[in-house]
């Protein structure tokens, strides 16, 4: 049975999600909740070994826009009245 494709597939679905799931939690840990593009953006990540490269990355980083090369977004600029 452990040899049987299905088995495999099944197993390595449960790595990826449970890869995705750590790499939320670290980074939440460090950045607060992702936005939804983010959220998206690991949700479509079916390769574990780039999860692996991207929990590495989150002691690199310093926000989710990082984590994907992706501009942060422009800070506002606050006028006194």
Same mark, same amino acid.
């Given at each position: 049975? +452990?040899?049987?494709s299905?088995y495999?597939? @099944? &197993? *390595?679905?449960?790595r &990826?999600?449970?890869?995705?799931?750590l790499?939320?939690i670290?980074?939440?840990?460090k950045f607060?909740?992702? #936005?939804? /593009?983010? *959220?998206?953006a690991?949700? *479509?990540?079916? #390769? @574990?070994e780039?999860l692996? /490269?991207?929990?590495?990355?989150?002691?690199e980083?310093?926000?989710?826009q990082? &984590?994907f090369h +992706?501009p942060a977004?422009?800070? +506002?600029i606050? +006028?006194n009245k």
């Amino acid at each position: 049975m +452990r040899e049987s494709s299905g088995y495999q597939m @099944i &197993l *390595a679905e449960g790595r &990826l999600e449970e890869a995705r799931k750590l790499l939320l939690i670290l980074g939440e840990s460090k950045f607060g909740s992702p #936005d939804h /593009l983010t *959220a998206a953006a690991l949700n *479509a990540i079916n #390769d @574990i070994e780039q999860l692996e /490269l991207l929990a590495k990355r989150l002691i690199e980083i310093n926000s989710w826009q990082e &984590l994907f090369h +992706r501009p942060a977004p422009p800070a +506002r600029i606050r +006028r006194n009245k």
